[in-house]
């Protein structure tokens, strides 16, 4: 499978820096495709300029979250055929961000990933324990949970990618160990043959503190099928670097 490399700018870029990124990433692509597929998930406020800037490079375009509607009395939100009518191809759900500043649970979760797949993208479902978690031993049970509750039923690997990031290892600079990686990626896709079709072929992203200079050894874990990187897609030599891990 391809794997995949998405970067998520969260609320951070105004329009010179984030379309200078993109150019310069886009620059990168033509003249030297990787192997593996980048996707780019800026602020709303930039998706058009960016989207633009990384036209004909083979850069996907992702939302960083939409409404479970198409339309209507939403004030402040975007829904799913907006970020397609943008040229999205991706959108990321249920980022822990989301689910405890905005209280998002995984009923609505799942819902929104439902909008994003009848809009023709494809969601990147995001799960992913506390510290407390660990700590009580709950990591794999908790994650499970999570997939069972926020995954709309049977989709496959074109409408579908997970991604593992544990709250704790998120801007903290803080890891589990690969062998961690490893055993909770290897449960995620255990339940997804249950909860998705073709679910050897769903990707299985891992997110949380991944940097230039832990990328490579995260490659060789196994279920391991990309990344999706916060403060390291902010620049672009480092993020680069990343998606370079994949050859
Ligand atoms: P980080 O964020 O790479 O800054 O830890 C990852 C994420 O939240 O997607």
């Known amino acids: 499978m391809r794997k995949l490399v998405a970067g998520n700018w969260k609320m951070n870029g105004l329009t010179a820096d984030g379309v200078a990124r993109a150019r310069d990433l886009a620059a990168r692509a033509k003249a030297a495709p990787l192997a593996c597929e980048i996707a ?8 058009v300029p960016v989207g633009q800037a990384i036209v004909g490079s083979g850069l996907a375009l992702g ?10 009395a939403h004030t402040g939100d975007i829904s799913a055929p907006m970020l397609k ?3 999205c191809t991706y959108v990321i759900v249920g980022h822990s961000e989301r689910r405890h500043e905005y209280k998002e ?13 009848a809009a023709g993208l494809c969601a ?19 994650v499970v949970h999570q997939l069972q509750g926020s995954l709309p039923p049977k989709l496959g690997p074109a409408k579908l990618v997970v ?14 160990t690969a062998q961690d990686v490893a055993s909770v990626h290897a449960r995620i896709r255990e339940a997804l043959r249950d909860l998705t079709t073709e679910a050897v072929a769903v990707r299985i992203l891992y997110g949380g503190s991944v940097k230039a200079a832990n990328a490579r050894e995260l490659t060789a ?8 990187v916060g403060g390291g897609s902010l620049n672009t030599e480092e993020f680069w670097t990343i998606a370079s891990a994949y050859g």
Not at 40 to 47: N, Y
Not at 63 to 72: K, N
Request: one cysteine or more; proline letters at 7%.
């Open 40 to 47: 780019l998930c800026p602020p709303a406020t930039l998706l």
């Open 63 to 72: 939302g960083q979250d939409c409404h479970a509607e198409p339309a209507g």
């Open 85 to 87: 009518d943008v040229g």
């Open 105 to 117: 649970s995984d009923a609505v979760v799942r819902a929104k990933a439902a909008a994003a797949v």
């Open 124 to 142: 990147i479902v995001c799960v992913g324990e506390s510290a407390a978690e660990r700590a009580s031993g709950r990591t794999e049970a908790v």
């Open 163 to 176: 991604a593992y990031e544990p709250v704790w290892a998120i801007g903290s600079g803080r890891m589990p």
């Open 221 to 228: 874990v196994a279920n391991v099928d990309g990344f999706l």
